[in-house]
């Protein structure tokens, strides 16, 4: 590495072709699990090392991907009923194995570097967003990500604000955007309400200039339900009630009935206790016709 970085600093549009070729050197995703441990300690050790931005992406970009093809095998391995979040780990499992080796090592790049270096934190984003956000599958790789924002407030401010542009941006393909939107109210659901209030504002903002309700729309109204939820009891309720909530959940659009069932109930719980709904019908309004999945959250 240091001999490249050597060529790089004379001859830095050679970064290109070092890029391509730590691509080439690395393990496929289905070698043992050691293998694929030392291989991605060296990549993130290239990451961390480097001065070249261009380097620095692919490496971790290799590690994403390949950890995301691991994640997608096991939850095609389990099978539909078993792909969800009570899937049984056994050690003796090879696939488990290995994303545990490779896991371990994220982590730990995550902590005692991402967490420090604002260009290293850029990388793992931008990474994450290329070969992660995309792939419906992922039902491990979320942990990294959840450990980065515990570790780290600015890393939790960077994933909410990019997954944030990445929902707002109407170019994008939908199923991105709702992704993007399901990794910002998850990880604001799981950490300290720091950022809670400013993406509940925004989200309101979002949701209220909504001419016609789309699946986008719901989407988005569970991401705010599911916040508002997990931290209501810690937020000022004064300002929590500034957001005028009421107006949008007793909608003709009616938002609360598309929620999933585990979430609606609490939600309007909540909003009556809090006396930001007071009607008492509002329970049993008339439901939409379409209903938020059920995974629409990962959990941890």
């Known amino acids: 590495a240091d ?8 001859y830095p549009a050679a ?4 890029a391509r070729g730590l691509a080439a050197a690395f393990p496929h995703h289905r070698c043992e699990a050691e293998e694929m441990r030392v291989a991605v300690r060296e990549v993130l050790g290239v990451a961390a090392e480097t001065r070249f931005g261009e380097v620095r992406l692919a490496a971790v970009r290799m590690v994403w991907e390949r950890m995301a093809a691991v994640d997608v095998e096991m939850a095609e391995e389990k099978g539909a009923a078993d792909a969800a979040w009570e899937m049984e780990e056994d050690a003796r499992d090879p696939l488990v194995g290995k994303m545990d080796a490779m896991m371990a090592e994220l982590l730990g790049f995550l902590r005692d570097r991402a967490a420090r270096v604002d260009e290293i934190r850029e990388a793992v984003l931008a990474g994450f967003e290329a070969e992660v ?7 491990y790789l979320p942990f990294a990500l959840l450990y980065g924002c515990a570790v780290d407030d600015a890393f939790c401010q960077a994933v909410v604000m990019r997954m944030w542009s990445i929902f707002a941006d109407t170019y994008r393909p939908m199923a991105v955007r709702q992704a993007s ?13 720091a950022h809670t209030l400013p993406f509940l504002e925004t989200l309101v903002q979002w949701l209220r200039a909504v001419a016609q309700p789309t699946q986008t729309f719901y989407w988005a109204f569970a991401a705010l339900a599911h916040v508002f939820c997990a931290h209501a009891d810690a937020l000022d309720a004064d300002r929590l009630r500034a957001l005028r909530l009421s107006k949008l959940a007793l909608s003709e659009f009616r938002p609360v009935a598309a929620l999933p069932s585990p979430l609606r109930q609490p939600f309007i719980e909540v909003c009556q206790q809090l006396r930001i709904i007071t009607d008492p019908y509002f329970a049993q309004r008339t439901p939409t016709g379409y209903v938020v999945e059920m995974d629409f959250l990962f959990e941890a």
């Open 3 to 10: 001999v490249a970085e050597g060529v790089l600093e004379v």
């Open 133 to 139: 956000l995309r792939v419906r599958g992922c039902r």
């Open 181 to 193: 939107l399901v990794y910002a109210a998850s990880v604001l659901g799981k950490v300290t309400p």
């Open 15 to 18: 970064a290109g072709l070092y």
